[in-house]
Each structure stands twice: as structure tokens, then as C-alpha cells.
């Protein structure tokens, strides 16, 4: 885990490694992915297939680094966030694995229902991402006051 000391000149919470740092790092993936999905709906089918796999990839990436972070931090903190992971990760495993059956199948009626099922996925995705940026706002906040105020309680000693 990164130093949470600010350096000298700059604000406390705002050091490139720290809590706002990694929200600027979020908020970066998300426009890049946004640019990713805007710039697929105009390739031809061949493209955009190269694109799912590639963001499929980013994302287990990220479901691993996850969970690297996860047992690093699972000294400091509650059990919830473990089964958290684990039951976010079960979820994406059965989806990806029925969204994976249904792309063998080519009658019209069941890929139109496996893209219904996919546009919800996306949603259902998007809204626990949402939660999870909000969840990281408050988290950063929070972390910058504890910063703020042990900095005053150490001057205060002094």
C-alpha cells in the first residue's frame, strides 16, 4: 500500500500514489473506456469482436488485481469486502459463462435474447461500477479527513 503522507506543497489526500491520485486513475478508465465502446459501434463485426475480447481481458486483469488487493488487505480489514469480491466474481463467472452458451447458438430468437441479456449485464455492470466510484469518493474523503486530522493531533503534540 502507498505512503498516505502527503508530500511537502501539496494538499493532504493528493500525493499521485494516494486515494485521489487512484480516483483520477478511475476516472481515466472510465472515459477510455467510454471512448473504447464509442469508437467499437462504428467497427465492422470482426473489430468489434476483437474489442470484447480485449476489454474481457482488461477486465479479468482487473478482477485479479482485485483480489490481489483484497488479500493484501485482508488484515485490515472486514471480512465483507472478501465475500464481496467473491460473489461479484461468482456473478461475472455465470454470466460470461451463459453469454459464452449463447453465442454458439445462431437461431435469431436466442441471439436476440442473449443480447437483451448482454445490454442487461452492461447495465447491471455499469450500476455496481457507479456504486463502487461513489463508494471510492466517500472512501477517498474519508481517508483525506483521517490524514487532515491526525496531522493536526501530531502538531498539536508538538
Do not use: C
Amino acid at each position: 500500500m502507498s505512503d498516505p503522507t502527503p508530500q511537502q506543497n501539496q494538499a493532504p489526500g493528493t500525493t499521485p500514489a494516494g486515494p485521489a491520485g487512484r480516483l483520477a486513475e478511475l476516472s481515466q478508465k472510465a472515459q477510455d473506456a467510454q471512448r473504447t465502446v464509442a469508437a467499437s459501434i462504428a467497427e465492422d463485426r470482426q473489430k468489434l469482436s476483437a474489442a470484447v475480447a480485449d476489454a474481457k481481458d482488461k477486465a479479468e486483469q482487473g478482477a485479479q488485481r482485485l483480489q490481489s488487493s483484497g488479500q493484501r488487505a485482508k488484515e485490515n480489514v472486514a471480512g465483507s469486502w472478501n465475500q464481496v469480491q467473491t460473489s461479484w466474481q461468482d456473478h461475472v463467472d455465470s454470466v460470461r459463462a451463459k453469454l459464452d452458451e449463447r453465442k454458439a447458438e445462431r437461431d435469431v430468437k436466442r441471439l436476440q435474447h442473449a443480447a437483451d441479456d448482454a445490454e442487461d449485464y452492461a447495465s447491471d455492470a455499469i450500476d455496481f461500477a457507479i456504486a463502487a466510484v461513489e463508494e471510492a469518493e466517500y472512501a477517498t474523503l474519508d481517508a483525506v479527513l483521517a490524514r487532515v486530522e491526525a496531522d493536526e493531533a501530531a502538531d498539536a503534540v508538538q
